[in-house]
Structures are given as C-alpha cells and as structure tokens.
C-alpha cells in the first residue's frame, strides 16, 4: 500500500470508528494488564480495531471466519465440547437439590426480558422486539457461548454488545457479586457449616449422566438440543477414559481455536456505525441487572432451603447457581473463609454451579422456542 492509500484510508475513517478504535484498544489493555478474561477480550478487541479499520465481518478473512462459525453457530458448540470437558459433575450427583438453585440462578433472565420489552414498548425508536429482549436477557446467565448462540439465531446484529458485554460481567464476578451476597447474608448465615460428607458417586453414574441429560433436554427443550450436545459430548469423554487424546483436544487445542476465532468474529461486528447508539447502552445496563437479579435470586432462595432444612443450609451456595463455571463457586467459598477459615463449602458451591450451567442451557433452549412460537 502506497502513501496515498494510506492517506486515504484515514481520510475516511469516521468519528466512530476512531471511537470504536478507542475501545478495542481498551479491551486489550484490560485483557493485559487486567487479565480481565483475555483469552476472549484480547481477541475481541483486535476484531473491533481491525472492524474499523475496514476489515468488518463482512469483508475478506473476517467474513469467512464469521461465517464459518458464527453464522453456523459451531464456534459456541465447540467451546462447550471443552466446557464439557473441563466439568465434574459429581458434586451435583452427591447433592441433586442444588438443582433448584441452578434453576433460581436463571430468574434474571427472564425478568430482563420482561422488562427489554418493556422498554421496547416505550421507546420504539429503539427497534426492539421479542428477539431482542430475549437475546438481552441471556446475558445475565453470565455465560458468553450460550448468549452467542441464542443471539447469533434471533439477534444477530446485536451480537457484538451481547458478547462483549456477558464475558465483561464474567470478569467482574469477584467485583459485582461479594456485595450483593453480603447484603442479603448475615455474618452467622456466611459461618454455616455444610458438611460434605455426600453418597458415594459410582463410574457407571457419571458415564450414564450426560447420556441421559442429554435425552431429557433434547425432549424437554429442543432448541437447547445442540448445546447441552456438545457439553455432555465433552463431559462423556472426559468421564469415559477411553478417548484421552480427544479429551486433552477438547480442553486445549479445540476450545481455544474456536475462542479465538470466536472473538475476532464478534469483534468483527463491532463497527461505529452499529456500536455508538443509546441500544447498546441499554443493552449493557439490561444485562447487568440480569446478572444482580440472578444473584439476587440464587441467594434468596439459598435463604430458603435455609429455613426448611432448620439451617443446614449456607445461604451463599445461592449465587452459585449461574453459569460461570468455575468463578462463581470459587468466590462463594472464598467469601464463607473470610468470616471462617475453618468453613469449606467449595463443593457445595460447585454442585450449584455446574447445575447453573445446565440451567442457563435450558433457558436458552427456552427463549429460542419462545421467540420462534410468537413471531
């Protein structure tokens, strides 16, 4: 490239893309320096620099790697064959209750999406509809792949904010939710002791589990079929030991090819033109009161199952029951040490945790069936 090309490149670069340069190099840094999720926000933001530099999605290199895995939803099906692969299930076989507040953990969605069409009533220059709520609402799963996958179905032109802002929040677990847990906690609910001390989980239990996970999903929620597919497909090799090679693959090689090829593609959609609106900051706003609703949610009904079981309980599973996997149940212990150094509930907060990753799965499954049922 000569001189004048150059110069007339820059000639034609627009306020917000020179904004939207600004942010890339912002994600970076925060991937760096911060090692805020850098595995995705490091490729995320070299997308949007190079999207507004006129390598969009829709051009060159960039299009084929979006249509070859966002466009056919297969980037966020092999992300979840390594998530797959990474999961124990056993702590949730030892204690099956927790599945209720992998359920709890799933309410912020939902009422993100009553209320994105809310607001799509009152302000309809936004130009949103059912889709667009529904997309909005998975972010507070706090789940990337998932939230791609649904949005990259109903929403597709949301996809850039909708990514950037679900692994945003996943990176600031250990900042959003020690607060609200706190606040809806007392220093003796945080001291409970849960003894782990569950039944015995037998091989046979965990090869027969994402087997059957599987069927009863793909009934239930069919829309939720290829990704609780893949998942179960990573778990299954993992727990099987037969296949240790395709295990390693998918826990290594597979999950950080596709991340990465993931997040140049989502960057590749963030151009000023369709980034700089009042949407997008709805659309980061909305996401974060999905995400303190789920919180919310999972503690309350932490408290619950509390009362009933006379204060077996620790209230601060509850917030376990999204589906960042393993982060959430990580602070969760980490905050009952603070006021106890003698008080494990790390594997009750994992057997919450991996059912919130099944959970958020079904509520994708269940918003795609919804939006396709009503429009």
């Known amino acids: 490239m000569n001189l004048g090309n150059i110069v007339e490149s820059f000639y034609h670069l627009s306020w917000q893309n020179a904004v939207m340069l600004v942010i890339g190099f912002v994600l970076i840094a925060l991937a760096i320096i911060k090692e805020y999720e850098p595995t995705l926000l490091l490729p995320i933001g070299f997308g949007c620099v190079l999207a507004n530099l006129g390598m969009d999605s829709g051009v060159g290199f960039m299009k084929v790697i979006y249509d070859a895995g966002i466009s056919t939803e297969l980037f966020p099906l092999l992300i979840f064959i390594g998530v797959g692969a990474m ?57 990337g792949p998932t939230a791609i996958y649904v949005a990259s179905q109903i929403a597709p032109h949301m996809l850039g904010p909708i990514a950037v802002a679900a692994y945003s929040y996943m990176s600031l677990i250990p900042i959003i939710q020690p607060p609200i847990m706190k606040a809806l906690t007392s220093k003796k609910d945080r001291q409970i002791h849960m003894e782990y001390a569950p039944r015995e989980v037998s091989h046979r239990a965990v090869i ?64 000023g033109e369709s980034f700089l609106n009042w949407g997008v900051l709805f659309i980061m706003a909305l996401g974060l009161l999905a995400f303190v609703l789920d919180t919310v949610a999972g503690v309350l009904f932490g408290q619950l199952m509390k009362i009933i079981t006379g204060g077996k309980i620790n209230p601060l599973i509850g917030a376990c029951g999204i589906s960042a996997f393993p982060m959430a149940g990580r602070i969760a212990a980490q905050i009952a040490l603070e006021d106890d150094p003698d008080n494990f509930i790390l594997m009750h907060a994992m057997g919450a945790n991996t059912s919130g990753q099944l959970g958020s799965v079904v509520a994708g499954g269940v918003l795609l069936a919804l939006v396709k049922t009503f429009i």
């Open 208 to 271: 027969v589990f994402p087997m059957l996970v599987t069927i009863a999903i793909s009934i239930i929620s069919p829309d939720a079929a290829p990704l609780i597919a893949a998942l179960m497909l990573g778990n299954l090799m993992k727990e099987s030991g037969v296949v240790d090679r395709l295990d390693k693959a998918a826990q290594n090689e597979i999950i950080n090819v596709s991340t990465l090829f993931l997040g140049l593609a989502v960057g590749g959609t963030m151009t």
């Open 87 to 143: 999961i124990d299930f056993r702590p949730l076989l030892a204690m099956p209750k927790m599945v209720i507040l992998g359920a709890a953990g799933q309410f912020g969605i939902y009422g993100t999406l009553i209320l994105g069409c809310l607001l799509a009533k009152l302000f309809p220059q936004l130009g949103w509809g059912l889709s667009e709520a529904a997309s909005i609402g998975t972010i507070g799963a706090i789940d």
